[in-house]
C-alpha cells in the first residue's frame, strides 16, 4: 500500500524542531558573545566566537567534573547491575517460602524517590562515615536502582526455557555455574538496557551529589552546571557552552546505545 | 562484598562509641613541629571581588603558618543555605563558616554546633563596631565576628529619575509613590524585583513594617509571636497600594536576583530606575550588566506619614563567620586573621565589604558606599533582616507570605495572620 | 521468612534419576545471591524510609541526634489543613491530566508514525528520545533561559504571530509552561515504550484486519489499540508515579513559584525540610507522598493492569 508520506514528514518534521531547537539555539548561542545573544537570538553568530567553549575546556574543573561523573556512572552501574541480576536469579529460578514477600519489598522500593528520604539518608551516609566519598553516591544510587533492575532481569530469567536449565544441571553445572556461564550471557541484552538505565540515572542525578560532596573536587557534572549558572549567571553565552560540552558526554553514549536501549526495552517487552 | 559488610559493621561501632572524633584538635603545640591541620571554610563569596580576597588571605594565612591547609568550599547563596542546613542537621558543622547570625545561628547554638569564641576573641572585641556585632551575640556570648555589615536602602539611576523630571529621592512613602508614578508616566520601569528568590521581596514589608509600628514593636512582635497589630496590616496595605501601581518590571514574579534578566541586570543595564538591596548592589549589578557607573546613586527607606519609625533606622545585616563546635584552635585564628585590622581594611578598600571595624569608614572608596556606610554610622536603630532575626521557619513565611502578596494571592490580613500562625507554631 | 520449601521427597528419596527439582536448592545458596541486594536496600532504602516515618511524629528542627518532642498525628492534620497542601494536589491532578490527555496521545501517534516506513525513521527515533537522557538540571537550566519573559528565545519564537507571554513568571501560565518542558524532556521516553510496544505485535494480526478490509484507522482503534492496552498502562502508571515525585525540573526552575502557582509536593517537603528546618512536618509530607505513591500503585495494579501480565508490564521502566 503506497502513499505520500508527507504529511507524515510534516508532522515529524514539527516535533524534531519542537525537540532540536532548544538544542540547536545553546549550540549556537555558545558561539555567539552574550551581547550578541541579546540582540540577534535567531541568527547565526557573526563573528563565531569559540571562546566559550575553548575556555569552559581549558578549565580543568569541567573535565574534573567529568571524570567525577563517569567513575561514579560506571561504578553505580557495576553494582546495581551485579546485585540485581544475583537477587533477580533467585527471584526467577528459585523458590521458597517468602519470596514473593521480599519481592514486593523491592519494587515498592519504586514508589520511593530519594528526594523523600534525603534527610535520613544524609544521616545513614554519615553513620557509615560515607560523606563525601563517591560511594557514599554509589551505594545510595545502587540501592535506589536495585528495584527496576531486578524486576526487568526476572521478567528475562523467568522467560528462559527451564529445559536450558535442566540440560545444565545435568551436565554438572551447579546454580553458580548456571548463573555465570549461561544465563548471564544470554541475558545480554537484558543487562544492557538495565545498563543504559542505571548509566542515565547517575549521570543525571542531582540531588544526591548536591547533599553528599561539599568538595568542589568530587562534583560532578550537573552540580559544576548549577554552581557554573550561579558563577557565571550574567554570561549567558558561556552557560549555554557549558550546558552543550555538558550534553555532548550524554547525548554521544546515547548514540552509541541506542540499539542496546531500545534492543533491551524490546526484548525485555517480550520476553517480561 | 564481606568486606564492605565487615566495613559497615566497623564504620557503625566506630561511630557509636567514639562520638565526633572527626576534628578533634589535633595541634599539640608542646614540643617540635605542629601538626598538620586541616581546616575547612565555607563562605558564600562566589562574586569579586570578595572572591578573591578570600583565595589571597587564604594564601597569606597557609603561608605564615606553614601546617595548616585550608580547604575552601564556595557555594552560591540557595545552594550554600542548603547545604549548610542539612550538615549541620547532621551534627556536623565546618570549622569556619559564613553566617548571618540572628535566628539561624541561634539554632546552630542550641544544637551545639558552633563554638563560643568570646574568650578567644576577647582582646579583639572592642576594635569592632557595636551594631556589626549584634548579630552573633547571644546572652552576652560572642559567636562569630563580623566581616561586613550594611543596610538596605533603594539604588537608583540618577540618569531616570531626572528624565521623569523627580529632583530630589523621595523622603516620605507618599512622595515615593509619587515618584513611582511619574516614572511611570514618563515610561519608565520604576522598580526591579526578583520575585523568585522571595527574600528581596520581604524587604520592602519589614521596612514599612518598622517605618509604620516601629523599631520596638516590630522586635516585640518577634518575642510575643504577634504580628496581627493594625499596624503590620498596615505595612501590608501600603505595600498592596504599590503593587497595584504596577511598578515592576516585565515578569519580575519569576525573575531571579543576579541572572542575566535578573533585578540586578534589569537596573544595570538602564531598564529599571530603582531596586530596594543590600550595600552588595553594585558589586551585583556591574558583575550582570553593564553598571551604571556615576548615575547610580542611593536613599534611605523613605519615613510613612504618620508612623511610629524614622528615616534614620536601618534594617540590613552583614555576614559574619562563625567557628564549628569541633573545629581545631587554628579555625579560630583564621577568623581574627581575617578581621584584624589591615587585612579587614583592604577588603574595605577593594569595595568588596563595609566597615565593620572603628576608624575604618576613611577606607570607602566608593561614593554611594560612603553613603550608606555614613547612614549605618548614624543610624538611630538597628534591625537585622527579618528572614535571620527569626527563626527559619518564621522568616521563611515572611518571605513567603510577602510574595503571595506580590502576586496578589494574599491580602494584607492574611499575611500578617500566616505570619503569626507560624510563629506561635514555633 | 526465607525458609526453603523443601520437598519431602526430594530430602527422603535417594539421589534422584531425574536433576533435582529448583525448589529443593539450598538456603545457603539462595541467601548468597538475595542477601548483598537485600542488605544495602534495607540499609539505604528500607531503613531511611522507617526513619521518615518515625520523624513524622515529632516536631523536630532536625538538629541533634533524634526527635524527642512527640506530637502525634499533628505534622498530618496541619498537612491536610494546609492550603499548599490542597494546591499541590492540584497541581498533581493538572499535571496528570495533561500527561494523559495530551503527552501520551502525542507520543503514541508519532509511535504509530514511526512504525510506518517513513525515509530517516530511526533519525528521527534518534532525535526525538535526545532529551530523555539530558540531565533535568541541564534542561531546567536551558528552558529557563529559553522562556525568560524579557530575553527569552520562546517569545522571540511565538512573537513571529504577534503573541507574547511571561511563560514561567505568570502564575497563569507557569504550569503549562512546565508542561511543555516535561513534554519536550519526557515523550520521547513513552514513545518508545510505545514503539516498543507495538513491534511487539505480531505483524500477522494487522495484516489479517487489513486483509479483512479494515481501513487504517479502523486498525488502529481495533486491533493496535487493544493490543497496545498493556503497554499504555504502564506508561500512564510511570508518568503518574513521576508526577506525584517531580522535583528537580521545577526546583531549578521556578521554585514551586510564583506564588506557589508551580509547587508540588516534593517541592514543598523540600522548602519545609531545608528552608524551614522543620523536619518532623516535611517528613510528614514525604510519608504522605509515599503513601500517596504506594495506594496509586496497589489501587492501579489492583483495577487496571491486573488483566496484564504481570512482570511484563514493569519491564519498561523509567528509574523513577
Redesign the interface.
Given at each position: 500500500?503506497k502513499r505520500t508520506?508527507l504529511p507524515?514528514?510534516a508532522?515529524?518534521w514539527i516535533?524534531?524542531a519542537?525537540?532540536?531547537?532548544?538544542?540547536v539555539?545553546?549550540l549556537i548561542g555558545g558561539f555567539k558573545s552574550?551581547d550578541q545573544l541579546?540582540v540577534n537570538?535567531?541568527g547565526l553568530p557573526s563573528p563565531w566566537n569559540t571562546g566559550n567553549y575553548t575556555d569552559v575546556l581549558a578549565e580543568g574543573s569541567f573535565w574534573r567534573q567529568l571524570w567525577n561523573s563517569t567513575f561514579i556512572a560506571v561504578l553505580t552501574t557495576a553494582?546495581t547491575v551485579a546485585?540485581?541480576a544475583?537477587?533477580a536469579?533467585?527471584?526467577a529460578?528459585?523458590?521458597?517460602?517468602?519470596?514473593e514477600?521480599?519481592f514486593t519489598?523491592?519494587?515498592?522500593?519504586?514508589?520511593?524517590?530519594?528526594?523523600?528520604?534525603?534527610?535520613?539518608?544524609?544521616?545513614?551516609l554519615?553513620?557509615?562515615?560515607l560523606?563525601d566519598n563517591p560511594w557514599g553516591v554509589i551505594?545510595?544510587q545502587?540501592?535506589?536502582?536495585?528495584p527496576?533492575t531486578?524486576?526487568?532481569l526476572?521478567?528475562?530469567f523467568?522467560s528462559i526455557p527451564?529445559e536450558i536449565?535442566?540440560a545444565a544441571?545435568?551436565d554438572g553445572c551447579g546454580?553458580?555455574a548456571f548463573?555465570w556461564r549461561i544465563l548471564l550471557p544470554m541475558a545480554r541484552p537484558a543487562l544492557a538496557t538495565v545498563s543504559v538505565?542505571?548509566i542515565?540515572?547517575s549521570?543525571?542525578?542531582?540531588?544526591l551529589p548536591?547533599?553528599v560532596f561539599?568538595?568542589?573536587l568530587s562534583w560532578t557534572?550537573?552540580l559544576g552546571?548549577?554552581?557554573f549558572?550561579?558563577?557565571y549567571?550574567?554570561?549567558?553565552s558561556r552557560?549555554?557552552a557549558y550546558?552543550v560540552l555538558?550534553?555532548v558526554p550524554?547525548?554521544g553514549?546515547?548514540?552509541l546505545a541506542?540499539r542496546h536501549l531500545?534492543g533491551g526495552?524490546?526484548a525485555?517487552?517480550?520476553?517480561? | 562484598m564481606r568486606r564492605t559488610l565487615a566495613l559497615?559493621a566497623a564504620?557503625?561501632l566506630?561511630?557509636g562509641c567514639g562520638g565526633g572524633q572527626s576534628a578533634a584538635p589535633e595541634t599539640d603545640t608542646s614540643g617540635g613541629a605542629p601538626q598538620k591541620v586541616t581546616l575547612?571554610w565555607?563562605h558564600l563569596s562566589?562574586?569579586d571581588p570578595l572572591k578573591t580576597v578570600y583565595e589571597t588571605r587564604a594564601k597569606e594565612f597557609q603561608a605564615k603558618y606553614p601546617h595548616v591547609t585550608i580547604?575552601m568550599?564556595?557555594?552560591?547563596?540557595?545552594?550554600y543555605k542548603?547545604?549548610v542546613t542539612?550538615?549541620t542537621?547532621?551534627?556536623?558543622a565546618?570549622d569556619l563558616f559564613a553566617t548571618w547570625g540572628g535566628g539561624v545561628l541561634q539554632q546552630q547554638i542550641d544544637a551545639g554546633l558552633v563554638k563560643d569564641v568570646s574568650a578567644d576573641v576577647a582582646p579583639v572585641l572592642d576594635t569592632f563596631t557595636k551594631a556589626s556585632l549584634t548579630a552573633y551575640q547571644f546572652d552576652g556570648k560572642t559567636y562569630a565576628l563580623p566581616v561586613d555589615i550594611g543596610m538596605v536602602g533603594f539604588w537608583y539611576n540618577k540618569k531616570l529619575f531626572e528624565q521623569a523630571g523627580i529632583t530630589e529621592p523621595p523622603t516620605t512613602w507618599s512622595a515615593y509613590l509619587d515618584a513611582v508614578t511619574k516614572l511611570k508616566t514618563a515610561g519608565i520601569t520604576p522598580i526591579a524585583l526578583a520575585g523568585k528568590e522571595k527574600w528581596p521581596g520581604h524587604y520592602y514589608w519589614a521596612y514599612l513594617a518598622m517605618r509604620i509600628a516601629g523599631l520596638p514593636a516590630l522586635q516585640q512582635a518577634g518575642v510575643d509571636h504577634d504580628f496581627t497589630k493594625p499596624e503590620f496590616v498596615q505595612a501590608g496595605q501600603r505595600l498592596k497600594a504599590l503593587v497595584d501601581l504596577q511598578p515592576f518590571q516585565k515578569g519580575f514574579l519569576g525573575a531571579?536576583y543576579?541572572?542575566?534578566d535578573?533585578q540586578a541586570?534589569t537596573v544595570s543595564n538602564g531598564k529599571a530606575a530603582m531596586e530596594l538591596m543590600g550595600q552588595w548592589a553594585p558589586n551585583v549589578q556591574n558583575?550582570?550588566?553593564k553598571g551604571l557607573g556615576d548615575d547610580l546613586g542611593f536613599f534611605p527607606f523613605p519615613a510613612v506619614e504618620g508612623g511610629k519609625g524614622t528615616i534614620t533606622e536601618a534594617f540590613g545585616g552583614g555576614g559574619g563567620m562563625a567557628v564549628g563546635a569541633d573545629a581545631p584552635a587554628e579555625a579560630i585564628e583564621l577568623l581574627k586573621f581575617l578581621t584584624e585590622t589591615g587585612n579587614h581594611t583592604k577588603a574595605v578598600e577593594k569595595n568588596a565589604v563595609l566597615p565593620v571595624l572603628k576608624g575604618e569608614e576613611s577606607a570607602v572608596k566608593d561614593p554611594n558606599l560612603k553613603v550608606v556606610a555614613d547612614s549605618l554610622a548614624n543610624a538611630t536603630g538597628f534591625q537585622l533582616y527579618l528572614d535571620q532575626a527569626y527563626p527559619p521557619a518564621v522568616g521563611a513565611e515572611v518571605n513567603d507570605s510577602v510574595a503571595e502578596l506580590f502576586a496578589g494571592a494574599k491580602t494584607p490580613e492574611q499575611v500578617a495572620a500566616d505570619i503569626t500562625e507560624v510563629a506561635k507554631s514555633e | 521468612?526465607?525458609?526453603?520449601?523443601r520437598r519431602p521427597e526430594a530430602a527422603t528419596l535417594p539421589a534422584p534419576a531425574r536433576?533435582?527439582r529448583?525448589?529443593g536448592?539450598g538456603?545457603l545458596?539462595?541467601a548468597?545471591?538475595?542477601l548483598?541486594?537485600?542488605v544495602?536496600?534495607l540499609?539505604?532504602?528500607?531503613?531511611?524510609?522507617l526513619?521518615?516515618i518515625y520523624?513524622s511524629g515529632f516536631k523536630w528542627n532536625?538538629f541533634g541526634g533524634l526527635p524527642t518532642d512527640f506530637i502525634g498525628f499533628d505534622n498530618f492534620t496541619r498537612l491536610f489543613r494546609s492550603e499548599i497542601f490542597t494546591t499541590d494536589l492540584w497541581h498533581l491532578a493538572v499535571l496528570v491530566g495533561l500527561c494523559v490527555l495530551v503527552q501520551l496521545p502525542?507520543a503514541l501517534?508519532?509511535a504509530m508514525?514511526?512504525n510506518?516506513r517513513?525515509?530517516g525513521r530511526s533519525l528521527?527515533?534518534?532525535?526525538?528520545?535526545?532529551?530523555?537522557?539530558?540531565?533535568?538540571?541541564?534542561t531546567a537550566?536551558?528552558?529557563s533561559?529559553?522562556l525568560s519573559p524579557t530575553?527569552?528565545?520562546a517569545n522571540?519564537?511565538i512573537g513571529i504571530v504577534g503573541l507574547e507571554s511571561e511563560w514561567l513568571s505568570d502564575p497563569g501560565t507557569v504550569l503549562l509552561s512546565l508542561f511543555l518542558v516535561l513534554t519536550?524532556k519526557y515523550f520521547?521516553f513513552h514513545m518508545?515504550?510505545y514503539?516498543?510496544?507495538r513491534?511487539?505485535i505480531p505483524e500477522e494480526l494487522i495484516e489479517a484486519a487489513?486483509i479483512d478490509g479494515a481501513a487504517g484507522w479502523k486498525v488502529f482503534r481495533h486491533v493496535t489499540l487493544p493490543l497496545l492496552g498493556p503497554?499504555i498502562r504502564i506508561s500512564v502508571f510511570l508518568s503518574v508515579?513521576y508526577t506525584i515525585?517531580l522535583?528537580?525540573l521545577v526546583w531549578?526552575l521556578t521554585e514551586g513559584g510564583p506564588a506557589h502557582a508551580s509547587e508540588t509536593l516534593?517541592v514543598t517537603?523540600?522548602d519545609v525540610?531545608f528552608d524551614r528546618a522543620q523536619?518532623g512536618y516535611?517528613?510528614a509530607i514525604?510519608v504522605v507522598?509515599?503513601g500517596l505513591?504506594?495506594i496509586f500503585?496497589l489501587g492501579y495494579q489492583r483495577f487496571v493492569m491486573r488483566r496484564d501480565?504481570e512482570?511484563?508490564?514493569?519491564?519498561?521502566?523509567?528509574?523513577?
Open positions: 500500500m508520506t507524515l514528514h508532522i515529524a516535533v524534531g519542537f525537540i532540536l531547537v532548544p538544542i539555539y545553546a552574550t541579546s537570538p535567531f553494582v546485585l540485581s544475583m537477587a536469579f533467585v527471584f529460578r528459585f523458590a521458597f517460602r517468602g519470596r514477600l521480599l519489598l523491592f519494587t515498592a522500593g519504586l514508589m520511593f524517590p530519594f528526594a523523600v528520604a534525603i534527610l535520613p539518608i544524609f544521616v545513614m554519615r553513620t557509615l562515615n560523606l551505594l545510595v545502587a540501592a535506589f536502582g536495585l527496576l531486578i524486576i526487568i526476572r521478567g528475562f523467568r527451564g536449565e535442566e544441571t545435568l546454580p553458580f548463573f538505565l542505571a542515565v540515572g549521570w543525571n542525578n542531582f540531588m548536591l547533599v561539599s568538595d568542589e557534572l550537573p552546571i548549577q554552581q549558572q550561579g558563577q549567571s550574567s554570561d549567558t552557560i549555554l550546558l555538558a550534553m550524554a547525548l553514549f546515547y548514540a541506542e531500545i526495552l524490546t525485555g517487552a517480550t520476553k517480561g | 559497615i564504620t557503625v566506630v561511630a575547612e565555607w562566589t562574586a580547604k568550599t564556595v557555594l552560591e547563596n540557595e545552594a542548603s547545604k542539612t550538615l542537621q547532621s551534627g556536623k565546618p531571579s543576579s541572572t542575566p535578573g541586570a558583575d550582570n550588566g | 521468612m526465607t525458609t526453603v520449601t536433576p533435582p529448583k525448589r536448592r538456603l545458596t539462595i548468597l545471591f538475595v548483598p541486594a537485600l544495602l536496600f540499609l539505604l532504602v528500607v531503613a531511611p524510609i526513619v521518615a520523624a532536625g502525542l501517534g508519532i508514525l514511526l510506518q517513513i525515509r528521527y527515533r534518534l532525535i526525538f528520545f535526545a532529551p530523555y537522557v539530558l540531565s533535568e538540571v541541564i537550566v536551558l528552558f533561559l529559553i530575553s527569552g528565545l522571540e519564537i519536550w520521547g518508545m515504550i514503539l516498543a510496544g513491534q511487539n487489513k503497554t508515579i515525585q522535583f528537580d531549578i516534593a517537603m523540600f525540610g523536619v516535611a517528613s514525604s507522598m509515599f505513591s504506594l500503585a501480565l512482570g511484563a508490564t514493569t519491564a519498561m521502566g523509567d528509574r523513577r
